[in-house]
T-cell receptor, first 112, second 115 residues
């Protein structure tokens, strides 16, 4: 399996600010994904991040709000920009590895 | 259309009881993957099992077992002799074989195991 770490594990932010979440995996992977999980809900895919190309965003998510970087095959960042209380969620990164998606521990974000 | 339905929103059992979590899926694909994940209160999503659509053999891993029935499009998960540590939200997911960014999650079933 792939071992994934995320930073920060949790944060409390003020509305209007931005937060960058880091995702590090212990092996080189082609596909990395960012998900949002709102309180009590299932997971929703924000975007797919492939190294060397622009991230592909799902319907309802835009690059200006959720810019993503993928500088190499083991690392990615997701920025939540101009935050509002509605952005309070768990943000999870995952990787496709050996025909399975493995998930990081998540970042719990609370926006006041 | 691809869809995963977990009709049980929340289940409560007493420790040592057996419990089955239901998962029903819809897909037009002939080959696909099915998954179960566990999300404890800490929030991490833990991979439990992957099943390929052409492998209908049931699987047992310790107290966990999975029943895959293509005829009824179901992939149910049974925990035998449940323990308090099994308390979590369990997600069933459907994945496309050739387009791995397409992952369809069910709404999850929250399992409460009481001592």
């Amino acid at each position: 399996s792939a071992v994934i770490s995320q930073k920060p594990s949790r944060d409390i932010c003020q509305r209007g600010t931005s937060l960058t979440i880091q995702c590090q995996v212990d092996s080189q992977v082609t596909m990395m994904f960012w998900y949002r999980q709102q309180p009590g809900q299932s997971l929703t895919l924000i975007a797919t991040a492939n190294q060397g190309s622009e991230a592909t965003y799902e319907s309802g998510f835009v690059i200006d709000k959720f810019p993503i970087s993928r500088p190499n095959l083991t690392f990615s960042t997701l920025t939540v920009s101009n935050m509002s209380p509605e952005d309070s969620s768990i943000y999870l990164c995952s990787v496709a590895h050996q025909e399975t998606q493995y998930f990081g521990p998540g970042t719990r974000l609370l926006v006041l | 259309a691809q869809k995963v339905t977990q009709a049980q929103t929340e289940i409560s059992v007493v420790e040592k009881e057996d419990v089955t979590l239901d998962c029903v899926y819809e897909t037009r694909d002939t080959t696909y993957y099915l998954f179960w994940y566990k999300q404890p209160p800490s929030g991490e999503l833990v991979f439990l099992i992957r099943r390929n659509s052409f492998d209908e053999q049931n699987e047992i891993s310790g107290r966990y077992s999975w029943n895959f029935q293509k005829s009824t499009s179901s992939f149910n998960f049974t925990i035998t002799a449940s323990q308090v540590v099994d308390s979590a939200v369990y997600f069933c997911a459907l994945g496309k074989v050739y387009n791995f960014n397409k992952f369809y999650f069910g709404s999850g079933t929250k399992l409460n195991v009481k001592p």
